[in-house]
């Protein structure tokens, strides 16, 4: 806890010679506290490369100030946590440095294929295509895709295909999208068919325009209507029916960078609506016009969701 103290109070007396000595100090008692400094400003640096832009002044409403005590509360928590954010930190941009095609956070691009088809990338998504004399095939490695197929102008025999590391999806002139999960992937089908094959499994499941299911490990959930939120994505557009609060934030911190967190006491809120995903401070400050809750801010990228002070 102490190095995130020292951190707060550096921040509170930013230019103080005197917090700058007595830290030196602390820092030299014993190669501990060294190493717990070195942590906190790992995941400062971390945390500072972070585009400024995420906090715009559409936050500035709603802001409540953390408490001194809440901060370092805050802060400790993430130093914790640190090896693993920086093991996922690490790992998210390799699948972005060598995947054919990717996206950033709050990234979404749209390509034409070699055949004529459409592919469309979500935010923080990966895909390699790969296109043969054989088939058509797309691997996709994170995140969300929407696929548009067009006519095969070499011949009629070769297959699309759209694989993750649960199983495949075959087109069948069709317009659907795919996103994968920890473990799971979710297919919805927007016009057509598709053919959904489990790793695993001989056996194909046929799925409509109008479903979706979830597949993962050896099997495959139902059929179900397709949810709208399922691709208007593509259209920069995150829809929500009746969606818990806390869900709703899960989703919609998918788009920005940082820390977007609920607080336990407000999860269960409901809200509907259609909110634009080039602008997530604008969706953060609308909540509050929306639900009893408020936003706080400690740094552009630690937000938190609470409920209203009694």
């Not at 509907?272 to 801010?297: C, E, H, K, M, R």
Request: aromatic share 6%; proline share 5%; glycine share 6%.
């Amino acid at each position: 806890m102490q190095a995130a103290e020292w951190f707060v109070r550096l921040q509170e007396e930013a230019g103080s010679a005197e917090a700058q000595a007595d830290l030196a100090l602390w820092r030299a008692q014993s190669p501990a506290h060294e190493r717990a400094w070195q942590r906190a400003m790992a995941v400062s640096l971390q945390a500072g490369s972070i585009p400024a832009s995420v906090g715009s002044p559409a936050l500035a409403r709603p802001q409540r100030r953390l408490t001194r005590r809440e901060s370092v509360r805050a802060l400790a928590l993430l130093i914790t946590a640190a090896p693993a954010v920086w093991l996922a930190w690490r790992m998210a941009p390799v699948q972005q440095w060598t995947a054919s095609h990717s996206t950033a956070t709050g990234e979404r691009r749209s390509w034409t294929l070699a055949d004529g088809s459409r592919l469309v990338l979500d935010t923080a998504s990966a895909a390699d295509v790969q296109f043969d004399a054989q088939q058509r095939r797309i691997h996709l490695r994170a995140g969300a895709i929407y696929v548009e197929t067009a006519p095969d102008p070499q011949t009629s025999a070769r297959p699309f295909i759209v694989t993750t590391e649960q199983g495949e999806v075959r087109a069948l002139g069709t317009r659907f999208s795919l996103r994968c999960g920890d473990g799971y992937t979710d297919v919805a089908v927007q016009q057509d068919a598709v053919e959904v094959r489990v790793r695993g499994d001989a056996e194909p499941l046929r799925l409509q325009a109008g479903q979706q299911l979830r597949f993962g490990g050896s099997e495959a959930g139902p059929a179900q209507a397709a949810a709208p939120a399922s691709s208007q994505w593509v259209q920069g557009v995150l829809a929500a029916d009746n969606m818990r609060l806390d869900a709703f934030l899960a989703e919609l911190s998918r788009y920005r960078k940082g820390w977007l967190r609920c607080d336990p006491q407000v999860a269960a809120l409901r809200i509907s609506g259609a909110f634009q995903l080039a602008d997530t401070d604008a969706v953060l400050a609308n909540l509050a016009q929306l639900l009893p809750v408020q936003i706080s801010a400690r740094t552009p990228y630690w937000i938190t969701v609470l409920p209203l002070p009694h």
